[in-house]
């Protein structure tokens, strides 16, 4: 089987590639195109005016299964996936059972090497059933392919267990994703605790609920030399927190997810739950903030943090409905608005999907070096779409960005060779 | 002049205009109440329905005697929060009770926003009657249709809303309400019970009585919920009183003719003294009838006509 994607600007930032060029692949694999002198056998995909890049990771989507499917399964989260331009997603533990032992993470596994159309690395849990009192097995984890532990969803509020966790990992170089919540501080609140939580009399989430938490982790990974990674970081204070820490040397990174770099507060308004999210969306200080923090490197990569729900559990009173976005399918196509928007800058916006989270992770992904697994994504940064959760292939159709129309959107993904998407669809069964 | 509005969700969105024309309907409504006999024909053939998914008698009793005085046929239904958590959808329900043929729903209901879902899917007019901390608009209505009685205008006064600002439905209509026709309001209250940027609508926030009722020509004083001294909100009831139950004394600085305010039910002794609650400045029961005023005002330009068939 031979590839060759014809005619595209090519993206690499790990091979400081930013050029009209062809990328073959051979065999599932990258190929260098030095030495190639026959073309004819290669099925050729033209990406004239397209945009190709290595396959696109997301460190933190919810992918359910196992537990509760009825929310999102593994071959609904990686179509999602494969549809929203990803080709390698990392899944969070808290399923059920939790992913807190090999077992079950080997379930997921072989489950995604069954079904899944695009790369699932499963993540495990800190703690025993995540509820942060004892460790996991986190050597046994490893073993069975975890990529990272986290027990997100849930903070781990006793630090010493913090302190434990983020110690114990440094044997195996795994960071330990923090979910960054002082849930008294939290407690009860919908929204960002400001101006628009006081005129829609929802309870607000102070922002020092993740700050306080941020700094004690980061004061614990100096403590303990672990590597602390800050999940989906929403404030100007984390921000500031990670980026003092990186300068002061602490092994931190952090993630930003697409909703609170682009929506603010004000969105609430509507009572619509498809804006309830956790963290919350912040007010238009703290989004200029995580702009800032992508920019300067102090965020090291754009995740989604999909959390797709079933419709009851959003089509319902504010207080009740459940926390987050099903963003899988728009991550990108918002993320290249920031770029229409000169907000940041194309190659910055692959370098945060692609060799970001690959370093955070210490995986070998996120570039078109030759010999690597051939995953590829592909942007027509002139595709114009309304965003339409009924198209998703996510069962979770709660979007924040519904009806919004965004242009630049993923057209092709290639997992290992294989095109699973043509035009934004999935190609194969 | 017609109401435009399908429904009456807070008093944030209503123009000036709006405001008025409601409470210049209230008006004639009030002498219906007056009669000997309390009954106007103009929403016969009209039915409404309170649902009440937070304990309330006064509001509720107020609406639905609203709608008997204007021939509307009215049906109240008290539900508890915790068995709709567990039984039917909300959606459910309200397009049960839509189904039976209703013109307008009034509910409460202890979440924000909740009133304005509702109205999303229904085609029956929805009118909130109070939704968690959000808004209260027809107890503002009420609140400003006394102020407008005894002072005559409502433009240039200083109001002072004294309390529990952070959860106060009342207190948010109020501000909505009364800034659009130039008030000067002061919020008043311990600095725990602040909401964030509450600034940011115009208002002035104080934390000391003395300053912040000096010169003022209205107070509103707050019921305080009891249940908020275990929250850790604030230490005790009784230092509450201390700092901000309104006494003789404490209003020596208002202006001679201040007029006080109370949605109900009074903690006397807490945020307000009897001295104070049964002088003549008082005007809690009042309010109470213009209650009922300020609703028929509300149902029929809802449900029946402009305000000219009945002012003529």
Not at chain 2, 198 to 211: A, F, M, N, P, R
């Amino acid at each position: 089987m031979k590839l060759l994607i014809r005619g595209g600007k090519v993206v690499d930032p790990a091979n400081g590639i930013n050029d009209g060029r062809d990328v073959a692949i051979i065999d599932g694999k990258l190929a260098g195109l030095n030495g190639i002198s026959d073309l004819s056998d290669f099925q050729v995909i033209d990406a004239t005016g397209k945009i190709v890049c290595p396959g696109f990771i997301d460190m933190h989507v919810h992918l359910r299964e196992p537990g509760f499917e009825y929310k999102e399964d593994i071959v609904t989260g990686t179509r999602a996936a494969a549809a929203g331009g990803i080709t390698t997603v990392c899944c969070m533990p808290n399923t059920e059972p939790v992913i807190d032992n090999a077992a079950v993470a080997s379930f997921v596994v072989d489950r995604a090497r069954k079904a899944g159309l695009v790369n699932v690395l499963p993540i495990g849990a800190i703690t025993k059933k995540q509820e942060g009192n004892e460790l996991s097995e986190i050597g046994e984890l490893v073993s069975a392919g975890c990529v990272a532990v986290s027990d997100d969803g849930k903070p781990v509020m006793k630090a010493d267990i913090m302190r434990n966790a983020l110690d114990y990992t440094k044997m195996f170089g795994l960071p330990v994703l923090s979910h960054c919540e002082d849930l008294a501080l939290a407690a009860d609140g919908q929204m960002h605790e400001g101006y628009y939580s006081t005129i829609y009399g929802l309870k607000g989430i102070p922002t020092a609920a993740e700050e306080v938490m941020a700094a004690r982790d980061i004061i614990l990974a100096r403590l303990t030399g672990g590597h602390v990674h800050i999940c989906h970081i929403s404030t100007r204070g984390s921000v500031e927190l990670i980026r003092q820490a990186k300068k002061d040397g602490i092994k931190v990174t952090c993630e930003a997810t697409p909703h609170h770099l682009t929506l603010t507060d004000e969105l609430v308004g509507s009572y619509d739950a498809d804006t309830k999210v956790n963290p919350p969306l912040r007010s238009t200080e703290h989004v200029e903030a995580l702009l800032e923090g992508l920019n300067d490197g102090t965020i090291d990569c754009i995740v989604t943090d999909h959390a797709p729900h079933h419709l009851e559990s959003k089509d319902c009173e504010y207080n009740l409905a459940a926390f987050g976005i099903s963003g899988l399918e728009t991550s990108v196509a918002v993320c290249m608005n920031l770029v229409n928007q000169g907000k940041l800058s194309l190659e910055k916006m692959v370098s945060l999907y692609t060799t970001g989270p690959a370093n955070v992770l210490g995986i070998d992904k996120g570039t078109l070096t030759p010999g690597m697994a051939a995953d590829v994504t592909i942007i027509d940064p002139e595709k114009v779409k309304i965003v339409d959760p009924a198209e998703f292939y996510s069962r979770g159709k709660n979007s924040a960005f519904k009806g919004m129309k965004l242009k630049g959107w993923p057209v092709t993904t290639i997992v290992a060779g294989n095109v699973v998407t043509e035009n934004g669809r999935i190609v194969t069964p | 002049m017609k109401f435009e509005r399908k429904d009456l969700l807070g008093l944030r969105d209503l123009t000036k205009e709006e405001i008025e024309h409601i409470l210049y309907t209230a008006a004639p409504m009030k002498d219906v109440i007056k009669r000997d006999i309390k009954k106007v024909p103009t929403l016969r053939g009209k039915a409404m329905v309170t649902v009440f998914y937070e304990p309330s008698t006064r509001t509720r009793t107020s609406f639905e005697i609203a709608g008997k005085y204007l021939s509307a046929d009215t049906v109240n239904l008290t539900v508890s929060t915790s068995s709709v958590k567990k039984g039917e959808s909300l959606k459910d329900t309200i397009k049960t009770i839509e189904v039976m043929g209703f013109d307008a729903m009034v509910v409460r209901h202890s979440m924000s926003g909740t009133p304005h879902y509702i109205a999303r899917n229904t085609n029956m007019r929805v009118i909130n009657a109070g939704d968690g901390a959000n808004e209260h608009p027809t107890q503002a209505l009420l609140d400003m249709f006394s102020i407008l009685e005894h002072k005559g205008t409502l433009q240039g006064l200083k109001v002072a809303i004294v309390g529990d600002i952070l959860h106060s439905r009342v207190a948010r209509s109020n501000i909505y309400g009364l800034s659009k026709f130039g008030c000067e309001i002061r919020v008043v209250g311990p600095s725990t019970l602040m909401p964030p940027e509450l600034e940011k609508l115009g208002v002035k926030t104080y934390y000391h009585l003395d300053e912040a009722l000096d010169g003022v020509d209205v107070i509103n004083v707050l019921r305080i919920q009891r249940e908020r001294q275990h929250t850790g909100l604030f230490p005790s009831l009784d230092e509450y009183a201390s700092l901000y139950m309104i006494t003789p004394e404490r209003i020596r600085n208002a202006q001679d003719d201040v007029l006080i305010l109370h949605p109900g039910p009074m903690n006397r002794g807490v945020e307000i003294s009897s001295e104070i609650a049964d002088s003549t400045r008082a005007v809690i029961n009042e309010q109470v009838t213009n209650g009922v005023a300020v609703r028929m005002a509300l149902l029929f330009l809802m449900m029946g006509g402009s305000r000219d068939e009945i002012t003529n």
